[in-house]
Protein backbone atom coordinates (compact mmCIF):
# COMPACT_ATOMS: atom_id res chain seq x y z
CA UNK A 1 0.00 0.00 0.00
CA UNK A 2 1.02 3.35 -0.70
CA UNK A 3 1.63 6.15 1.74
CA UNK A 4 0.68 9.76 1.38
CA UNK A 5 4.48 10.47 0.60
CA UNK A 6 4.70 8.27 -2.33
CA UNK A 7 1.93 10.42 -4.09
CA UNK A 8 3.29 12.80 -6.48
CA UNK A 9 1.60 16.03 -7.15
CA UNK A 10 -2.14 16.84 -6.18
CA UNK A 11 -4.06 15.01 -9.69
CA UNK A 12 -5.23 18.42 -11.20
CA UNK A 13 -7.11 19.06 -7.96
CA UNK A 14 -5.32 22.25 -6.62
CA UNK A 15 -5.66 21.34 -3.33
CA UNK A 16 -3.37 23.70 -2.13
CA UNK A 17 -4.36 26.49 -3.73
CA UNK A 18 -8.54 25.33 -2.46
CA UNK A 19 -6.92 25.68 1.23
CA UNK A 20 -5.25 28.73 0.75
CA UNK A 21 -8.44 30.46 -0.24
CA UNK A 22 -10.37 28.88 2.42
CA UNK A 23 -7.85 30.38 5.02
CA UNK A 24 -8.33 33.66 3.35
CA UNK A 25 -12.27 33.15 3.65
CA UNK A 26 -11.51 32.30 7.83
CA UNK A 27 -9.57 35.37 8.38
CA UNK A 28 -11.75 37.47 6.85
CA UNK A 29 -14.95 35.89 8.97
CA UNK A 30 -13.04 36.11 12.12
CA UNK A 31 -11.71 39.50 11.46
CA UNK A 32 -14.08 40.85 13.83
CA UNK A 33 -12.94 38.98 16.75
CA UNK A 34 -10.88 40.26 19.35
CA UNK A 35 -10.35 37.32 21.16
CA UNK A 36 -10.36 33.81 20.51
CA UNK A 37 -10.88 31.38 23.49
CA UNK A 38 -10.83 28.01 22.90
CA UNK A 39 -11.97 25.73 26.25
CA UNK A 40 -10.44 22.18 26.63
CA UNK A 41 -9.03 19.45 29.14
CA UNK A 42 -7.98 16.34 27.49
CA UNK A 43 -10.10 14.77 29.90
CA UNK A 44 -13.84 13.72 28.83
CA UNK A 45 -16.77 14.35 31.86
CA UNK A 46 -14.86 17.20 33.93
CA UNK A 47 -18.13 19.75 33.11
CA UNK A 48 -16.95 21.66 30.11
CA UNK A 49 -19.27 22.16 27.64
CA UNK A 50 -21.74 23.28 30.83
CA UNK A 51 -18.63 25.37 32.07
CA UNK A 52 -18.05 26.64 28.50
CA UNK A 53 -22.07 28.36 28.52
CA UNK A 54 -22.20 29.79 31.84
CA UNK A 55 -18.51 31.71 30.58
CA UNK A 56 -20.24 32.68 28.01
CA UNK A 57 -23.21 34.34 29.56
CA UNK A 58 -21.01 35.88 32.39
CA UNK A 59 -19.07 37.49 29.70
CA UNK A 60 -22.25 38.75 28.39
CA UNK A 61 -23.38 40.31 31.45
CA UNK A 62 -20.55 41.65 32.27
CA UNK A 63 -21.51 43.71 28.57
CA UNK A 64 -18.90 41.74 26.33
CA UNK A 65 -20.11 40.36 23.05
CA UNK A 66 -19.69 36.76 22.73
CA UNK A 67 -20.68 33.80 20.95
CA UNK A 68 -19.62 29.91 20.76
CA UNK A 69 -18.46 27.04 18.63
CA UNK A 70 -19.19 23.84 19.38
CA UNK A 71 -16.19 22.30 18.03
CA UNK A 72 -17.67 18.54 19.94
CA UNK A 73 -18.80 17.79 16.16
CA UNK A 74 -19.80 14.01 17.41
CA UNK A 75 -21.06 14.72 21.05
CA UNK A 76 -22.19 18.18 20.54
CA UNK A 77 -24.11 19.93 24.25
CA UNK A 78 -23.97 23.02 23.16
CA UNK A 79 -27.29 23.45 21.37
CA UNK A 80 -29.15 22.25 24.66
CA UNK A 81 -27.20 24.43 26.82
CA UNK A 82 -28.36 27.38 24.77
CA UNK A 83 -32.00 26.03 24.29
CA UNK A 84 -32.00 25.67 20.74
CA UNK A 85 -33.23 23.66 18.39
CA UNK A 86 -33.71 22.43 14.52
CA UNK A 87 -31.73 25.18 12.46
CA UNK A 88 -31.14 25.50 9.19
CA UNK A 89 -27.92 27.41 8.11
CA UNK A 90 -29.29 29.82 5.42
CA UNK A 91 -25.94 32.06 3.90
CA UNK A 92 -26.73 35.96 4.04
CA UNK A 93 -24.04 39.08 2.14
CA UNK A 94 -21.62 38.20 4.94
CA UNK A 95 -21.92 34.65 5.81
CA UNK A 96 -24.35 32.71 7.20
CA UNK A 97 -25.87 34.87 10.05
CA UNK A 98 -25.23 33.10 13.81
CA UNK A 99 -28.63 30.99 15.65
CA UNK A 100 -29.24 33.04 18.80
CA UNK A 101 -29.96 31.37 22.20
CA UNK A 102 -32.60 32.43 23.92
CA UNK A 103 -29.80 34.43 26.34
CA UNK A 104 -28.93 36.27 23.15
CA UNK A 105 -25.46 34.90 22.42
CA UNK A 106 -25.00 33.38 19.53
CA UNK A 107 -24.03 29.45 19.67
CA UNK A 108 -22.90 27.33 16.18
CA UNK A 109 -23.63 23.60 17.59
CA UNK A 110 -24.20 20.12 15.26
CA UNK A 111 -26.83 19.63 17.99
CA UNK A 112 -29.16 22.17 16.13
CA UNK A 113 -28.33 20.33 12.93
CA UNK A 114 -28.64 16.77 13.47
CA UNK A 115 -31.39 16.37 16.14
CA UNK A 116 -31.22 13.69 18.97
CA UNK A 117 -31.16 10.89 18.99
CA UNK A 118 -29.53 10.70 15.74
CA UNK A 119 -25.60 10.73 15.60
CA UNK A 120 -23.16 12.89 13.33
CA UNK A 121 -22.57 10.31 10.71
CA UNK A 122 -19.70 10.66 7.91
CA UNK A 123 -19.94 8.76 4.86
CA UNK A 124 -17.02 7.30 4.19
CA UNK A 125 -15.47 6.17 0.52
CA UNK A 126 -14.94 2.80 1.42
CA UNK A 127 -16.87 0.43 3.88
CA UNK A 128 -15.33 -0.33 7.29
CA UNK A 129 -13.13 2.39 6.44
CA UNK A 130 -14.09 5.47 8.16
CA UNK A 131 -11.13 5.61 10.39
CA UNK A 132 -8.94 6.57 8.33
CA UNK A 133 -10.10 9.75 6.96
CA UNK A 134 -12.99 10.81 10.05
CA UNK A 135 -10.68 13.58 11.62
CA UNK A 136 -9.83 15.21 8.23
CA UNK A 137 -13.78 15.16 7.42
CA UNK A 138 -14.20 16.97 11.05
CA UNK A 139 -11.45 19.62 10.50
CA UNK A 140 -12.69 20.09 6.83
CA UNK A 141 -16.29 20.93 8.68
CA UNK A 142 -14.63 23.18 11.42
CA UNK A 143 -12.57 25.08 8.97
CA UNK A 144 -16.07 25.63 6.92
CA UNK A 145 -17.59 26.39 9.76
CA UNK A 146 -15.18 29.25 10.88
CA UNK A 147 -14.89 30.45 7.09
CA UNK A 148 -19.11 30.71 6.67
CA UNK A 149 -20.45 31.97 9.81
CA UNK A 150 -20.61 35.85 9.85
CA UNK A 151 -19.40 36.23 13.38
CA UNK A 152 -19.50 40.02 13.50
CA UNK A 153 -18.01 41.66 15.86
CA UNK A 154 -17.26 39.97 18.75
CA UNK A 155 -15.02 40.49 22.04
CA UNK A 156 -14.96 36.56 23.09
CA UNK A 157 -15.58 33.62 20.52
CA UNK A 158 -15.42 30.23 22.96
CA UNK A 159 -14.54 27.27 21.15
CA UNK A 160 -15.81 24.22 23.07
CA UNK A 161 -13.25 21.81 22.08
CA UNK A 162 -13.81 17.72 22.72
CA UNK A 163 -11.88 15.15 24.88
CA UNK A 164 -8.49 14.35 23.95
CA UNK A 165 -5.34 15.37 25.03
CA UNK A 166 -3.37 14.38 22.22
CA UNK A 167 -5.92 16.38 19.98
CA UNK A 168 -5.52 19.29 21.15
CA UNK A 169 -2.40 20.60 19.45
CA UNK A 170 -4.71 19.77 16.25
CA UNK A 171 -7.01 22.17 17.65
CA UNK A 172 -4.33 24.90 18.50
CA UNK A 173 -3.34 24.60 14.41
CA UNK A 174 -6.59 25.24 13.61
CA UNK A 175 -7.43 27.90 15.07
CA UNK A 176 -4.01 29.86 15.11
CA UNK A 177 -1.37 31.27 17.01
CA UNK A 178 -3.10 34.10 18.57
CA UNK A 179 -5.96 31.48 20.13
CA UNK A 180 -6.26 31.23 24.09
CA UNK A 181 -6.72 28.01 26.13
CA UNK A 182 -8.36 27.41 29.26
CA UNK A 183 -8.10 24.14 30.89
CA UNK A 184 -10.86 22.62 32.91
CA UNK A 185 -10.26 20.02 35.54
CA UNK A 186 -12.01 18.35 38.80
CA UNK A 187 -10.13 17.97 41.88
CA UNK A 188 -9.01 14.55 41.60
CA UNK A 189 -5.66 13.35 40.49
CA UNK A 190 -7.13 11.50 37.44
CA UNK A 191 -8.07 14.68 35.61
CA UNK A 192 -5.49 16.54 36.52
CA UNK A 193 -3.10 13.91 35.13
CA UNK A 194 -4.64 14.36 31.88
CA UNK A 195 -5.00 17.60 31.87
CA UNK A 196 -1.05 17.61 32.47
CA UNK A 197 -0.84 16.18 29.36
CA UNK A 198 -3.10 18.71 27.75
CA UNK A 199 -0.24 21.57 29.27
CA UNK A 200 2.61 19.67 28.35
CA UNK A 201 1.26 19.35 24.46
CA UNK A 202 0.36 23.10 23.99
CA UNK A 203 3.89 23.44 25.73
CA UNK A 204 4.61 22.85 21.62
CA UNK A 205 2.90 25.48 20.39
CA UNK A 206 3.13 29.97 20.62
CA UNK A 207 -0.50 29.34 22.23
CA UNK A 208 -0.95 30.74 25.42
CA UNK A 209 -2.69 28.77 28.17
CA UNK A 210 -4.68 32.10 30.34
CA UNK A 211 -5.09 29.43 33.15
CA UNK A 212 -7.21 26.16 34.52
CA UNK A 213 -10.81 26.53 35.79
CA UNK A 214 -11.22 23.35 38.96
CA UNK A 215 -14.49 22.81 38.25
CA UNK A 216 -17.18 21.01 40.48
CA UNK A 217 -14.93 21.73 43.52
CA UNK A 218 -17.27 20.37 46.14
CA UNK A 219 -21.04 20.39 46.16
CA UNK A 220 -23.20 23.17 47.27
CA UNK A 221 -26.45 22.20 49.48
CA UNK A 222 -28.94 24.30 49.15
CA UNK A 223 -30.65 23.11 52.24
CA UNK A 224 -27.62 24.24 54.67
CA UNK A 225 -25.84 27.05 52.07
CA UNK A 226 -22.55 25.36 52.44
CA UNK A 227 -19.65 23.78 50.07
CA UNK A 228 -19.53 20.12 51.07
CA UNK A 229 -16.37 17.88 49.81
CA UNK A 230 -17.20 15.92 46.48
CA UNK A 231 -13.60 14.59 45.88
CA UNK A 232 -10.75 13.76 47.99
CA UNK A 233 -8.32 16.45 48.60
CA UNK A 234 -5.37 16.11 45.69
CA UNK A 235 -1.60 16.88 45.79
CA UNK A 236 -0.28 14.43 44.34
CA UNK A 237 -0.74 16.01 40.79
CA UNK A 238 0.30 19.46 40.48
CA UNK A 239 -0.75 21.64 37.19
CA UNK A 240 1.83 24.29 36.00
CA UNK A 241 -0.32 26.59 35.32
CA UNK A 242 -2.27 29.45 36.87
CA UNK A 243 -5.61 28.78 38.83
CA UNK A 244 -8.61 31.05 37.70
CA UNK A 245 -10.84 30.20 40.25
CA UNK A 246 -13.09 27.11 41.19
CA UNK A 247 -16.64 25.78 41.18
CA UNK A 248 -18.96 23.72 42.69
CA UNK A 249 -21.40 20.86 41.30
CA UNK A 250 -24.97 22.84 41.89
CA UNK A 251 -27.84 20.72 41.79
CA UNK A 252 -29.79 24.15 40.52
CA UNK A 253 -27.62 24.43 37.52
CA UNK A 254 -28.12 20.78 36.17
CA UNK A 255 -31.73 21.18 36.14
CA UNK A 256 -31.10 24.73 34.36
CA UNK A 257 -29.02 22.85 31.31
CA UNK A 258 -31.42 20.03 30.93
CA UNK A 259 -33.97 22.70 30.20
CA UNK A 260 -31.43 24.75 28.37
CA UNK A 261 -30.71 28.10 31.29
CA UNK A 262 -28.27 29.49 32.71
CA UNK A 263 -26.96 30.57 36.49
CA UNK A 264 -27.60 34.48 35.20
CA UNK A 265 -31.17 33.32 36.05
CA UNK A 266 -30.47 32.49 39.52
CA UNK A 267 -27.71 35.60 40.24
CA UNK A 268 -27.73 34.64 44.01
CA UNK A 269 -26.25 31.12 42.98
CA UNK A 270 -22.67 30.50 44.93
CA UNK A 271 -21.90 29.03 41.45
CA UNK A 272 -22.74 32.02 39.39
CA UNK A 273 -20.41 34.14 41.78
CA UNK A 274 -18.10 32.01 41.19
CA UNK A 275 -18.45 31.70 37.58
CA UNK A 276 -18.07 36.12 37.41
CA UNK A 277 -14.93 36.03 39.50
CA UNK A 278 -13.37 33.83 36.74
CA UNK A 279 -14.78 35.80 34.03
CA UNK A 280 -12.94 38.80 35.81
CA UNK A 281 -9.80 37.20 35.44
CA UNK A 282 -9.99 35.95 32.18
CA UNK A 283 -10.79 39.32 30.62
CA UNK A 284 -7.67 41.19 32.77
CA UNK A 285 -5.70 37.93 31.21
CA UNK A 286 -6.85 38.30 27.97
CA UNK A 287 -6.42 42.20 28.12
CA UNK A 288 -2.91 41.62 28.99
CA UNK A 289 -1.97 39.27 26.30
CA UNK A 290 -3.51 41.68 23.46
CA UNK A 291 -1.30 44.46 25.11
CA UNK A 292 1.71 42.57 24.81
CA UNK A 293 1.11 41.49 21.20
CA UNK A 294 0.77 45.71 20.57
CA UNK A 295 3.95 46.33 22.00
CA UNK A 296 6.10 43.51 20.58
CA UNK A 297 4.18 44.84 17.19
Excluded at 16 to 34: D, M, P, T
Excluded at 57 to 64: E, I, K, P, Q, V
Aim: aromatic share 6%; glycine share 10%; proline share 6%.
Amino acid sequence: MKSYYDIVGDGGSDIVGQVEAQQERIVRSLSGVRNLVAVGSGKGGVGKSTLTMQLACALRASGHAVSILDADLNGPCQARLGGLKAWIPVPGERGVPLPKAPNGIGVVSMGSMVPEPRAVDFASVASGSSHTWRATREFTILRELLASMDWGALDFLLVDLPPGAERIVQYAELLGSSSLFILVTIPSDLSRGVVARSIDALANTPNRILGYIENMDGYYCADCGNVKPLFPASSKVKLDLACLGSVPFDPELAALCDRGGSLSDSPQSVSWQSVKRIVEKVVRAASAKALCSEEKA
